[in-house]
């Protein structure tokens, strides 16, 4: 008896401050966007054909356009837990471009009408998901989220974005594989899903779509890096602190003309250094620092004319740092500590080049301070990996070669878990 007053009481409260909004959700209305909500985050639903038209509003929006991007919002702010800034509080009405974070614009393909062209939630913390309507969002050119605590998946309705251009949904804590949905945008030309929970395989296509910049970093992806790599045109490509394994695919030298940084960083990744490497005369960064190739730098770095940082350092390459590389005319910081080098041209000797940051600690270069101790330096240098005859020196597919080189077995200091390989001191 007394919940159930209770529940009466609580439903005037809500039809009260409904009705006092002239152009509120009605109650109805409202529990059948509701009742959608759950199963986004169960299965990757799609948005059936013509959803919007099964909503009934009883509001008369300046063009369907704007009533279906007050249907997406009205969801999205339903899907919303907490908003500790209260970004989402003035989302309420039909003048939904006066939301904040929602900007309007007159539409592309008839400048008569104003409509929802770009979505900036970026640092406000707010905790949700991204609810299948967020696909009648269909006239948005940039979606930028990042650094919020959205979680659950990106719902593959978002294939309706075809005006997309921009999709930053980094730094937050969205999960499942790659999200396939974003090889459907026709316009997409910057991908941020960094710092994420993404996990298993990077698909081949994602190098075959015309991006600008591809942030993959710090999630758990764990595949090789596809062949096709090569085909991206973006100019940064940056798949560091995942779990990559295999070799860097020798294609990237078709990207010499586009390629500006790309960070390898702290993966898996074995094998040679592919000569290929060279041909990237536009590059001005370069790491693929604390993985674990082996062999030589190739000589071909000296066509890296451009590159200012060049990180090399944690990984178990061996031989001689040859001089072409130090004295590259951009160069300003030259890192290659934690290896086995052995040798090193004049130019890479650090004190010689107060210009340039070089590190050279913790290799086998005799004479050189901090060095790594002839026990563990002995049995790698003795046996130098031939990089013509190893995997991924030449067109080998990196998929096939799933091994790293046959490693020396060195006492375990050499190979220290890599958390306590970072300091450089
Ligand atoms: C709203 O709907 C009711 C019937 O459900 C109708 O009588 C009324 O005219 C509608 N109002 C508007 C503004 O369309
Ligand atoms: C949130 O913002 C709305 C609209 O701007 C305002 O009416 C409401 O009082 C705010 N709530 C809090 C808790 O500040
Ligand atoms: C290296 O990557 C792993 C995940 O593969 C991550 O846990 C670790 O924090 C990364 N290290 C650094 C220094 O970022
Ligand atoms: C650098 O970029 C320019 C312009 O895209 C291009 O013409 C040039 O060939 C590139 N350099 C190399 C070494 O690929
Ligand atoms: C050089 O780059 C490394 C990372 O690659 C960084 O840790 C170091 O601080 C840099 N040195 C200088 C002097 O900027």
Not at 8 to 25: E, G, H, P, T, W
Not at 333 to 359: L, V
């Amino acid at each position: 008896m007394q919940a159930s007053t209770c529940f009466l009481v609580i439903c005037l409260l809500l039809l009260s401050s409904f009705s006092s909004l002239s152009v509120a959700l009605s109650l109805s209305e409202a529990s059948f966007i509701a009742r959608r909500q759950p199963s986004s985050l169960k299965k990757n639903v799609n948005l059936p054909d013509y959803f919007e038209l099964k909503i009934e509003l009883n509001i008369t929006f300046p063009n369907p356009r704007l009533r279906k991007a007050y249907i997406a919002l009205q969801a999205w702010k339903k899907a919303i837990r907490s908003d500790p800034l209260n970004i989402t509080g003035n989302w309420e009405g039909l003048r939904v471009c006066d939301y904040n974070g929602v900007f309007c614009a007159p539409a592309l393909d008839d400048p008569k009408q104003n409509v929802v062209a770009g979505i900036d939630l970026n640092h406000f913390d707010i905790v949700g998901y991204l609810p299948v309507e967020l696909g009648l969002l269909t006239d948005i050119a940039l979606f930028h989220v990042n650094s919020n605590r959205f979680s659950g998946i990106i719902p593959k309705s978002f294939s309706r974005l075809t005006l997309l251009h921009e999709l930053d949904v980094s730094n937050n804590r969205l999960v499942g594989p790659f999200p396939e949905v974003v090889m459907s945008l026709p316009s997409l030309k910057y991908l941020d899903i960094r710092y994420n929970d993404f996990e298993g395989g990077l698909p081949p296509e994602v190098f075959e779509k015309d991006l600008d910049a591809l942030f993959l970093n710090n999630n758990r992806f764990t595949s090789t890096i596809p062949e096709t790599l090569g085909s991206s045109p973006a100019s940064v490509v940056v798949i560091a602190n995942n779990k990559l394994t295999g070799c860097i695919p020798s294609s990237i030298g078709k990207m010499g003309s586009t390629l500006n940084e790309f960070i390898f960083l702290n993966n898996s990744l074995s094998g040679c250094l592919p000569s290929e490497i060279g041909k990237l005369g536009n590059a001005t960064v370069l790491d693929v620092g604390s993985n674990l190739f082996s062999g030589v730098l190739p000589r071909c770095f000296e066509g890296l004319s451009q590159v200012e940082r060049l990180d090399v350092s944690h990984n178990l390459l061996t031989g001689f740092v040859p001089q072409g590389i130090c004295k590259l005319p951009n160069l300003v910081n030259f890192t290659f500590s934690y290896n086995y080098f052995n040798g090193e041209a004049q130019a890479c000797s650090p004190p010689k080049r107060k210009d340039i940051a070089m590190d050279d600690t913790s290799n086998c270069l005799p004479d050189r301070p901090k060095q790594k101790s002839p026990k563990i330096c002995h049995p790698v240098v003795r046996k130098p990996v031939d990089c013509n005859k190893a995997m991924c020196g030449g067109s080998q597919s990196s998929s096939s070669l799933p091994k790293p080189p046959a490693q020396p077995s060195p006492s375990p200091k050499a190979h220290p878990p890599k958390d306590s390989t970072w300091d450089f001191s």
